[in-house]
């Protein structure tokens, strides 16, 4: 089987099965009107949490390497944003421009796409390093990214406040207790908490189909191509170095390339609006880097699986 053999197999096997389930999203999106915001407090607020809890209380990953992902992931994301910031600095005159660069820059769309996408390739036992990765990168968009879209107007008090009130992280502390200690949930409770927490993948991919619905009419465009590149191109290079360097075992380094590879998170059109950014930038570069990552996408899994 040739290389363009080999791309094809991975789209169908891997990508196309998400693209399905985001496409019956922005097919009911477009025909019967679902509320986007509505369905994705009900992500946020409930399947989520559950997601990351049951993941965390389960796992058996080894804790060495539960601390290397997430150290390694903030990193990426650090990094990512650093790049941005320096990339701008013609821009600095377009200051709501910048920040929705550096917005999508350190904003990967690790749940909606990532999670399904790292389950489909790489199995079910990596899922729970992509979660611990899903955390981290949920930690930065409520805290570091609300504070670059804020572009240093609200307090880094109010940030912190904003970071307090997301759901998930309660969920990662939670799990970790429960998984360290060893204490048993009646057995009702788990079941429901994982019950919920099977829902999110598909929920999440449903809420991306919604959210593309909307008619994006493109605006800033060498800002939009500027936030793409450096998601789709330097992040996967960024991670790999990263992951080398850290020493990290590459069956777990795989999880955070591909976590810190994805398009650009749905969640910063929540974060753009809050912040009075460019929506019409945002929505833009959230439509291109999705339309574009399942070319990026199998090609890295394809440098992935043969470096195994």
């Known amino acids: 089987m040739g290389i363009l053999g080999e791309l094809l197999s991975i789209f169908i096997n891997n990508i ?36 990351v809890f049951s993941s965390l209380a389960s796992s058996k990953v080894d804790r060495t390497e539960l601390v290397q992902v997430s150290v390694v992931m903030a990193l990426v994301l ?74 240093g107007r609200s307090s880094i008090i109010r940030a912190l406040l904003n970071m307090v009130r997301v759901p998930t992280i309660y969920a990662a502390i939670g799990g970790l207790v429960v998984n360290i200690t060893g204490f048993a949930l009646p057995l ?68 955070i390339v591909l976590q810190a590879s994805m398009p650009v998170a749905v969640v910063t059109l929540i974060i753009a609006n809050e912040f009075q950014l460019n929506m019409q930038q945002q929505l833009g570069t959230v439509l291109v880097t999705t339309l574009l990552s399942p070319i990026t996408l199998s090609v890295l899994i394809l440098l992935l699986q043969r470096s195994t």
């Open 16 to 51: 196309a099965p998400i693209l399905v389930i985001a496409g019956v999203g922005f097919v009911i999106g477009r025909h019967l009107h679902v509320d986007a915001r509505s369905f994705g407090r009900v992500i946020f607020y409930a399947f989520s949490p559950a997601l």
């Open 188 to 255: 009702p409770i788990m079941r429901s908490v994982s019950l919920l927490g099977q829902a999110a993948v598909p929920a999440m991919l449903i809420l991306l189909g919604l959210e593309l619905a909307q008619a994006a009419k493109f605006a800033q465009f060498r800002l939009i191509g500027l936030g793409a590149g450096i998601r789709l191109l330097a992040a996967p290079v960024i991670a790999i170095f990263l992951v080398a360097l850290f020493e990290v075992r590459w069956e777990v380094g795989m999880v």
């Open 78 to 151: 650090v990094s990512l944003l650093v790049l941005a910031y320096l990339s701008t600095a013609g821009y600095r005159d377009n200051r709501v421009g910048r920040a929705g660069v550096m917005l999508s820059a350190m904003c990967p769309n690790t749940g909606n796409l990532g999670l399904p996408l790292v389950s489909f390739v790489l199995g079910e036992v990596a899922l729970t390093y992509a979660v611990i990765a899903f955390v981290v990168a949920t930690i930065s968009n409520f805290s570091l990214g609300i504070f670059v879209a804020s572009s």
